[in-house]
């Protein structure tokens, strides 16, 4: 139940997101634009709003994983 108030503090920049290691209460950061239910909602934000800190529910950030990349490079076919 206490993973459910607590929220992992997001900075994202240059397109990936990181943890920052600081964490809050939900009572803190819930009427925050940066308050975010999933990471898809966050991956979505984050492409709205551009860089910039970001909330996230503590149980919700990938295992073993200390960056995400918010935006896939683009792989240019060359043609025959």
Excluded at 8 to 23: C, H, K, L, W
Excluded at 38 to 46: I, N, P
Excluded at 47 to 59: Q, S, V
Aim: charged residues 30%; proline residues 2%.
């Amino acid at each position: 139940m206490l993973a459910q108030r607590l929220f992992d503090e997001i900075r994202v920049y240059a397109g990936f997101a990181e943890r920052t290691g600081v964490q809050f209460e939900r009572d803190t950061v819930r009427r925050s634009g940066g308050c975010c239910r999933s990471l898809t909602e966050l991956v979505r934000k984050a492409r709205d709003a551009g860089d910039g800190y970001f909330y996230l529910p503590l149980n919700l950030w990938p295992a073993d994983t200390e960056r995400v990349a918010l935006q896939k490079t683009w792989v240019v076919a060359s043609s025959f």
